[in-house]
């Protein structure tokens, strides 16, 4: 499997600020995904992100509030914009091992935002 | 459109005694299912996961789970739970030909010595 890291590991924000979060896969893989994951709930899916292209967003999130680079197959940034404290959730990125048809997730960024 | 239910929020079992997760799924096609294990300020750990074949597929840290294709389950199984499986248990599903998953809502096991 592959071995994801993620940087912040947490961080606590003023509101109206920007938090980059970073993922770093260990091998060049196709896919990777942004998820958000609210105080006491599941995960849900904010983004594919594409290397090459513009990311894929799924309904309820949008490019100016998330932007997504992928520069490259082994690496990726979320951008949480202009916060404000509904923004507090973990972040997670993972990558699809499709040899394995399994994701697989890194450790997860916890922002709180005040 | 697929969707997970784990009618469950909590489930609390003694160390020793057998441990079941349950887990049903919705999905259009022919499902891929799969078992995350999250541990306070983890992130998610991969289980095990049902693709094709066999319908009792057997994961890590003795984890089991078995696919019932005419109940549209995938319940998480482990015969003898330990205090260290005290966790948060999410099941997803996804469309063999699809790549998005869909988690269900979680469970939070407690284990007690």
């Known amino acids: 499997s592959a071995v994801i890291s993620q940087k912040p590991s947490r961080d606590i924000c003023q509101r109206g600020t920007s938090l980059t979060i970073q993922c770093q896969v260990d091998?060049?893989?196709?896919?990777m995904f942004w998820y958000r994951q609210q105080p006491g709930q599941s995960l849900t899916l904010i983004a594919t992100a594409n290397q090459g292209s513009e990311a894929t967003y799924e309904s309820g999130f949008v490019i100016d509030k998330f932007p997504i680079s992928r520069p490259n197959l082994t690496f990726s940034t979320l951008t949480v914009s202009n916060m404000s404290p509904e923004d507090s959730s973990i972040y997670l990125c993972?990558?699809?091992?499709?040899?394995?048809?399994?994701?697989?997730f890194g450790p997860g960024t916890r922002l709180t935002v005040l | 459109a697929q969707s997970v239910a784990q009618p469950e929020d909590q489930v609390n079992v003694a160390e020793g005694n057998p441990l079941t997760v349950k887990c049903t799924y919705s999905v259009s096609g022919n499902p891929y299912l799969f078992w995350y294990v999250q541990y306070p300020n983890r992130g998610l750990q991969f289980l095990l996961k049902y693709i094709t074949g066999d319908n009792l597929v057997k994961g890590s840290y003795g984890f089991e789970a078995e696919f019932n294709k005419s109940q549209t389950s995938f319940h998480l199984k482990k015969p003898s739970a330990l205090v260290s499986d005290s966790a948060l248990y999410f099941c997803?599903?996804?469309?063999?030909?699809?790549?998005?998953?869909?988690f269900g809502a979680g469970t939070t096991v407690t284990v007690r010595a």
């Open positions: 091998s060049q893989v196709t896919m």
């Open positions: 997803a599903v996804r469309d063999r030909n699809d790549y998005k998953l869909s």
């Open positions: 993972s990558v699809d091992s499709r040899g394995e048809n399994t994701q697989y």
